[in-house]
């Protein structure tokens, strides 16, 4: 059965797709996090700072243009012309994020929100936005311009997968340079050169502004990424009638960050480029640690995530192969330790757009309709006198986003599938145990149980059954499922490591591409060897071999290598890889050669 247009609108299946959206995102990120230092070297080797930066305003240029000070004027217009799908100039692009970036190179690691109840009216904290832009615009509908009436907290993951991230995160800088002490942007996990270039999470960054600044998109994705490393790790907001002191970081904490060493002897501007995976440096673990962990919750009597098994203490992150998850001790510890009323944190989606995971934890996430999901998007709202935060949840859906739902739903489906048929083996021996007729076919029942505990409890029973149908072939008046259809070759999806493959050389592609043009010339040829030979000691011969690099790889003859050709040519050379290994077994007879196929 396929996903139907009535069927995805159904509230138990949204429910469930949410809990899929969960699952696959965590999974990338931990593809993400397991490929990092093979992706940092190819980083390190191809993007260097790039030579094509605008020295002008085009002289073409229609939109709108910006003073040399920062006033909520232009912020209007600016905010009014991306509304209107223009392009801001390059040019003032870059001035925007170099302007910023300076001056958040002279914050501290933990910045200092003191709400006066004098002169201040209150606070916004803004969860994760990932590039979308009709919530940021609903915000400011609703709030005002960030630090114009209320004082505003980015908690980070301002961008990627979203539409208009260039637009987004322009238009959050912009406030910050009206209203540098009324504007507070924490670092987030996807603040990161290696995750804004990571095809798992398209459209990345990197795209973005390739597509947005065509030529000049790699000069303005390197300034973003340096700005993104003098970002603060954390915020502390408190009121100054001291009603209350939260600490605000985007992942977490564990039970053994150190506050006093995060704030004095911490070199953040250090990891800029850089993956940090499982780091045994303390300034590396802190900035893991507060980035990228999560806290041990309960739903519905269940421990999440499972490896936990308990709600209380502190854990490598296994979930995500980073960070740490901790318990409400820890919380509870962390914030008598260091006078917190509590921690607010984002990094995971919520159905609601918030949720309370322990007494004195709360998950804050600002993007609605995620990835396609059916969540709500919502902030925080502190005022002075107050001692407890109020929360605002919406949805924004303008116009007729149904058939990006369903194209987002049927990714989901896709992707969830390919994960349960990476686990075949071990699910076709429990399968067969209940198969008592030996047809292929066990109760519904038994199969989203056997499937669940695959998963590790992370989805239930109850949304595995509501989207069964658009997994594998049922039988729905004897309330069975046929297990095999899974897996059956007419139902595969293409294997996670032969995606792995094919996305890691399409990113190398686009790294390549310095121009955004589709495709590899001669000139960006001899810089990609020109990149190797200075970064990695080799000796090519950067006019001969470039010639050579084209030629191999150029079937059409037309002096271009475009991405399809790319793509062939590391095909073939993966076959040619595998049957010389084969030549070399003993045992060759016996082996599969495995084509990765387009």
Known sequence: MSLSMERMNDAEINEALSKVLDIVE????????????????????????????????????????????????????????????????????LKIINDARDKFRKLANINEC??????????????????????????????????????????????????????????????????????????????????????????????????????????????????????PLA????????????????????????????????????????????????DAKAVTEMLWSDPIRVEDGVVYPQQAKKSTGCYFNKHRNIGCIFGSDVTEKFCKKYCYNGIIRSHEVRSR??????????????????????????VFKFVPKDTCFEVYTYKNLPGDLSSLIFERNTFLLKHFKSMIQAKEKFLMSRFKVFDFKNNGTIPTDIWADIVSKAFNSEISTRHLKSIKDFLCECETNLDCVNYTSLFGKSNRVRSREEKQFLDLVTSLFEILDRNNDKKISVTEAKHALDMVNRKLGTNFLVQH???????????????????????????????????YDLLDSDDSDDSDVQIFKL
């Not at 002191?245 to 250090?270: A, E, N, P």
């Not at 757009?353 to 995620?370: L, P, V």
């Not at 150029?554 to 271009?560: A, F, M, R, V």
């Open 545 to 579: 071999d470039c010639f050579s690099f084209i030629k191999q790889m150029d079937k059409n003859g037309d002096n271009h290598v475009d991405l399809d050709e790319f793509m062939q040519a590391f095909i073939e050379s993966e076959y040619k890889r595998n049957e």
């Open 114 to 231: 003191v709400i006066d109840e004098f002169s201040d009216k209150g606070c916004i904290v803004v969860g994760d936005l990932h590039g979308n832009f009709n919530d940021l615009c609903h915000l400011i509908e609703k709030y005002g311009i960030p630090g114009a009436h209320y004082k505003f907290i980015f908690n980070g993951d301002i961008v990627d997968r979203g539409a208009k991230q260039v637009e987004v995160l322009l238009t959050i800088l912009y406030s910050f340079l009206v209203r540098p002490d009324q504007v507070f942007i924490n670092r987030g996990n996807h603040e990161d050169i290696s995750m804004n270039s990571s095809r798992l999470f398209e459209p990345n960054f990197l795209t973005s502004c390739k597509n947005c600044y065509s030529k000049y998109g790699q000069a303005v994705f390197e300034s973003v990424n340096g700005l993104f490393a003098t970002l």
């Open 26 to 93: 965590t999974e990338q990120e931990r593809e993400f996090v397991s490929n990092a230092e093979l992706f940092d070297q190819l980083i390190k080797a191809f993007s260097l700072e790039s030579n094509l930066v605008p020295t002008s305003i085009a002289k073409d240029y229609v939109g709108v243009h910006l003073g040399i000070l920062y006033e909520d004027n232009d912020f209007n217009l600016l905010l009014k012309s991306f509304k209107n799908n223009q392009k801001l100039d390059p040019f003032y692009a």
């Open 235 to 282: 915020t502390t907001l408190e009121s100054k009638s001291g009603n209350y002191r939260y600490f605000v970081v985007h992942g977490g904490i564990s039970d053994t960050l150190d506050l006093d060493f995060v704030y004095s002897k911490l070199d953040r501007f250090r990891f800029d480029s850089i993956s940090l995976v499982r780091p045994k440096q303390k």
């Open 353 to 378: 757009g918030f949720s309370e995971d322990h007494t004195r934890c709360f998950t804050i996430f600002s993007a609605s309709y995620y990835c396609g999901a059916d969540n709500y998007g919502s």
